[in-house]
Antibody, heavy 120, light 112 residues
Framework: QVQLVQSGAEVKKPGASVKVSCKAS????????MHWVRQAPGQGLDWMGI????????NYAQKFQGRVTMTWDTSTSTVYMELSSLRSEDTAVYYC?????????????WGQGTLVTVSS | DIVMTQSPDSLAVSLGERATINCKSS????????????LAWYQQKPGQPPKLLIY???TRESGVPDRFSGSGSGTDFTLTISGLQAEDVAVYYC?????????FGQGTKLEI
């Protein structure tokens, strides 16, 4: 069965960077795009960007441009999301979400989420 | 960016009754070339990631009970839950995927 397993919670200081991983299993890793979506405590969903693990195409939301980098490792079926210059407003649960094949911006499977806390 | 606005922010419905959640987009999400509305609904229970319920405004995802239905076109959409069950308590989000960035509504909290 499809599974997306994310790395554990992180606590970072303002100005630092964080790198969250998302290990996929149960399907052909390179056949599906992957998204990252974040959710601040008690808030709604905020789309961050998309990566194609076959070829490396990425598209980031403008609000994260220059601070976010999405990468992948085919050998381990893992995608990564790195966010730099962290500020307190980046405190959130970060989710990876697999895109459906019928259209690349619908999410059919999600990781369990990774809580990133930014605090001095 | 397309702004998605849901109403109400929260609602309480009795077991077995009908719940209706509305979603309005700041511009049309109907793609004329294929006549599809690029609008989805997700359900999120506490401590869990969202779950896809409905896409193309009215197509139920596999495994989603038929008490969940979606309707609407253009800029105005509705999620209806008929015969509310206790396990339907959750926050519901609409999402437009007509254009990037994908944007979500602020969420509607459904309580019994």
């Amino acid at each position: 069965q499809v599974q997306l397993v994310q790395s554990g919670a992180e606590v970072k200081k303002p100005g630092a960077s964080v790198k969250v991983s998302c290990k996929a299993s149960g399907y052909t890793f390179t056949s599906y795009y992957m998204h990252w979506v974040r959710q601040a405590p008690g808030q709604g969903l905020d789309w961050m960007g998309i990566i194609n693990p076959s070829g490396g195409f990425t598209n980031y939301a403008q609000k994260f441009q220059g601070r976010v980098t999405m990468t992948w490792d085919t050998s381990t079926s893992t995608v990564y999301m790195e966010l730099s210059s962290l500020r307190s407003e980046d405190t959130a649960v970060y989710y990876c979400a697999r895109a459906m094949l019928i259209t690349t911006h619908l999410f059919d499977y999600w990781g369990q989420g990774t809580l990133v806390t930014v605090s001095s | 960016d397309i702004v998605m606005t849901q109403s109400p922010d929260s609602l309480a419905v009795s077991l077995g009754e009908r719940a209706t959640i509305n979603c309005k987009s700041s511009q049309s999400v109907l793609y004329s070339s294929n006549n599809k509305n690029y609008l989805a609904w997700y359900q999120q229970k506490p401590g869990q990631p969202p779950k896809l319920l409905i896409y193309w405004a009215s197509t139920r995802e596999s495994g989603v009970p038929d008490r969940f239905s979606g309707s609407g076109s253009g800029t105005d959409f509705t999620l209806t839950i008929s015969g509310l069950q206790a396990e339907d308590v959750a926050v519901y989000y609409c999402q437009q995927y007509y254009t990037t960035p994908d944007t979500f509504g602020q969420g509607t909290k459904l309580e019994i």
